[in-house]
């Protein structure tokens, strides 16, 4: 079964810094990655994906993500954080190939200190 | 486009109350998806639909939770009898399904709190 791990449920850092989130997944199929944002008392928005090709994603906001197989990772970086970065991410894989339901890590709240 | 829509955005019931949620998911959309994130349990997946049909319930938690999709632009999540341990953000997610557009885009969200 699908499962991802994110390290870290907290993660701050200051404003013009690098942010780093991580991400670890396992996946019986190759996998569809998946990062999402949530701003306080809001839905989920995309960021970013990988399906095939590239590994080195980019996505909204200037966050990207590089897809390593050896290492099961999907970590999500920024060269710079900015306040409004301050939200929740999860990272996410599909169930199986193609439009199926996702398996959600538990996630990780970024703070932006001025 | 609105996006997905969902409502109540919030509710607030007793206990034994019967409980609807809705949601409108983006036009064209063939896969619809509800989710429930709690602080214990994070986002999990209660049920989804292809094409109006349901093809995976294994989420619900029980009897009491039932979910339909009677036409492409509308589902609802039942919960009846309601219980305090229900108390959760549901979201409701759309994809397209075609072309290998795999995301989700969710709505919302209906908060629920079960008193």
């Known amino acids: 079964a699908q499962s991802v791990t994110q390290l870290g449920s907290h993660v701050s850092v200051s404003e013009g810094a690098l942010v780093l989130l991580r991400c670890n997944y396992s996946?019986?199929?190759?996998?569809?990655l998946f990062w999402y944002v949530q701003y306080p008392n809001q839905g989920l928005q995309l960021l970013l994906k990988?399906?095939?090709?590239?590994?080195l994603v980019k996505g909204i906001n200037g966050f990207e993500a590089e897809f390593k197989k050896s290492e099961t990772s999907f970590h999500l970086t920024k060269p710079s954080a900015h306040m409004s970065d301050a939200a929740e991410y999860f990272c996410?894989?599909?169930?199986?190939?193609?439009?199926?339901?996702?398996?959600f890590g538990k996630g990780t709240r970024l703070s932006v200190i001025a | 486009d609105a996006g997905v829509i969902q409502s109540p955005r919030h509710e607030v019931t007793e206990m034994g109350q019967e409980v609807t949620l809705r949601c409108k998911p983006i036009?064209?959309?063939?896969?619809l998806f509800w989710y429930r994130q709690t602080m214990m349990r994070g986002l999990e997946l209660l049920i989804y639909?292809?094409?109006?049909?349901?093809?995976?319930d294994s989420g619900m938690p029980e009897d009491r939770f039932s979910a339909k999709m009677p036409n492409a632009s509308f589902s609802t999540l039942k919960i009846q009898p309601s219980e305090p341990r229900d108390s959760a953000v549901y979201f409701c997610?759309?994809?397209?399904?075609?072309?290998?557009?795999?995301?989700?885009?969710f709505g919302p969200g209906t908060r629920l709190t079960v008193t």
């Open positions: 997610a759309s994809s397209p399904g075609r072309g290998g557009t795999y995301e989700q885009y």
């Open positions: 996946s019986s199929v190759p996998p569809y």
């Open positions: 990988y399906t095939t090709g590239a590994t």
């Open positions: 996410a894989v599909s169930r199986s190939s193609g439009n199926t339901p996702l398996v």
């Open positions: 036009s064209g959309h063939d896969y």
């Open positions: 639909f292809n094409n109006n049909v349901p093809i995976d």
